[in-house]
């Protein structure tokens, strides 16, 4: 299985590169299911993957000049702080075995990943619907609306910090309709919040988990890797129906997840 595994990643670095989001919400399931990492330490690992990758990403995209610095540092006044706090304080909080009576009990493990099944479903159909086209063909004046997004970015930061997702299907739509960025220019600016968001999120966790770097940085080696040849891709192809693919392969996998972790 950690062969798999091993490839998954990769797809999941290519996933990014092409379609400029969505791909990192597959990294918890694939360290869950194919590495048997258990789902709370999964999260932590997976934002410094995400975090990683979408650095990468972002670098990329600046050279391209498609990154709004000014957004991604409005944007992360509030995810960043949101994210560190959460993984630092909220985290170890939460109860192996948060409700248990005779018949049954929930545990830490399964809401994690029911949640993200659901966050993956929010995200597939966000792909599907394939958002970007329609926005991508409209002319957008830049504007910032602070408090809106600071909420957003509280938000956002929460999402990351719980379930380790970078959240860039939520992120685009709201720096295209509420900042006015072009789509190109909101995909590289996500990618870096992203990345910011991540790093952070993963900073808070140090001390909490015994982390095996050799393991972490040989997959985040490997998505990286998937990434860059992700983005050679991405200029051949046509994204929005790689997005619609992706999406009905990340709606399946969220209603497995359902499946597997309430009916087994």
Known sequence: MET????AAG???????????????????????????EPT???????F????????????????????????LLF???????????????????????????KWQVSQSLVTMVLFAILMLLASVSMI??????LNNEIQNQRYKIPVLLMYGIGIGMVTGLLGAGGGFLLIPVLVILVG?????????????IALNSTIGFTGDLGHFNIQWLFLLKITAIAVAGLLLGVS????????????????????????????????
Not at 80 to 97: A, D, G
Not at 129 to 134: D, G, L, N
Not at 181 to 193: E, F
Request: hydrophobic fraction near 45%; aromatic fraction near 10%.
């Open 181 to 193: 960025l072009p789509m190109k220019k909101a995909i590289g600016t996500s990618l870096l919040i």
């Open 233 to 264: 891709f991405s200029q051949k192809m046509d994204g929005n129906q790689l997005k619609k693919g992706f999406g009905w392969f990340v709606l399946c996998m969220s209603v497995y997840i359902i499946v597997r972790e309430i009916l087994f």
């Open 49 to 72: 993957i995400v975090g990683s990758t979408s650095l990468v990403g972002a670098i990329s995209k600046y050279r391209e000049n498609n990154v709004q610095v000014k957004t991604s």
């Open 4 to 7: 798999v595994g091993y490839f």
């Open 11 to 37: 797809l999941i670095g290519i996933s990014l590169g092409m379609i400029g989001g969505g791909g990192s919400i597959l990294t918890v399931p694939v360290l869950v299911y194919l590495f048997k990492i």
């Open 76 to 102: 992360g006044m509030s995810s960043i702080t949101t994210v560190f706090v959460t993984r630092k304080f909220i985290i170890p909080l939460i109860p192996v075995i948060i409700i248990h009576t005779s």
């Open 129 to 134: 619907r394939s958002q970007s086209r329609q």
């Open 41 to 47: 330490l999964a999260t932590s690992y997976s934002l």
